[in-house]
């Protein structure tokens, strides 16, 4: 069992639409969950951080859900700027402590007119 | 401020071949990392320094060699290049500052040996 999953998607969805995203974590030990954002050919960049209670940044809010070891990410009102690949970012992994994250395989978001 | 930075973006390396990938960095980060991305296999951590004068193995270390003299600089090496080395290489420093925890990318380098 891979330490981060997620569906890979695509996700194909019309402008103006809500999608989320889900993602699994083995490590129940791990303290730190985060969304990276990946453009095509680009470098990841933090999307947001996902804290315990929730958390919300404009049209993107990100959950956690520490029993059943999930995150989400709910993106309202969709952008064609949002087209993109959605990683999932867990910090300790089974493999390492606080030092390193460990990252999702990433979800493929295509926004269309 | 530059942020991350990486030498070269682009390189073709024929087998058996050596080469150094440098990283740098001017936000004064303690921690940073090499990491490669190969389709479907998402990020995996190569090496990863958590200051000057350290480093660490990562996920996949074998066939590299890293070394941070300098707090803004992390050098990956590939000493005997192999085709199952060419993928994209990313650089990551990390903030851990009043609470948020982020990590920042270089623009990576693209990797093909032959």
């Known amino acids: 069992r891979k330490e981060v999953e997620q569906d890979p998607g695509p996700f194909n969805v019309p402008e103006g639409a809500t999608v989320a995203f889900n993602c699994t974590y083995s490590n129940s030990a791990s303290q730190s969950f985060f969304w990276y954002r990946q453009d095509c050919r680009k470098e990841p960049k933090l999307l947001m951080s996902?804290?315990?209670s929730g958390n919300e940044d404009g049209r993107f809010t990100a959950q956690l859900n520490r029993a059943s070891q999930y995150i989400s990410l709910l993106i309202r009102d969709s952008k064609l700027s949002d087209s993109a690949t959605y990683l999932c970012v867990v910090n300790g992994g089974l493999t390492g402590g606080g030092n390193k994250l460990t990252f999702g395989t990433g979800t493929q978001l295509k926004v269309e007119l | 401020n530059a942020g991350v930075t990486q030498t070269p973006k682009f390189r073709v390396l024929k087998t058996g071949q050596s080469m150094t990938l440098l990283c740098a960095q001017d936000m004064n980060h303690e921690y940073m990392y090499w990491y490669r991305q190969d389709p479907g296999m998402g990020l995996r951590l190569i090496h990863y320094s958590v200051g000057e004068g350290t480093t660490a193995k990562g996920e996949v270390p074998d066939g590299y060699n890293v070394s941070r003299l300098k707090k803004q600089n992390f050098l990956l090496g590939l000493e005997s290049a192999a085709p199952s080395q060419t993928s994209v290489y990313f650089c990551?420093?990390?903030?851990?500052?009043?609470?948020?925890?982020?990590?920042?990318f270089g623009p990576g380098t693209r990797l093909t040996v032959l």
């Open positions: 990551a420093s990390r903030a851990l500052t009043g609470g948020a925890d982020t990590q920042y």
């Open positions: 996902v804290y315990s």
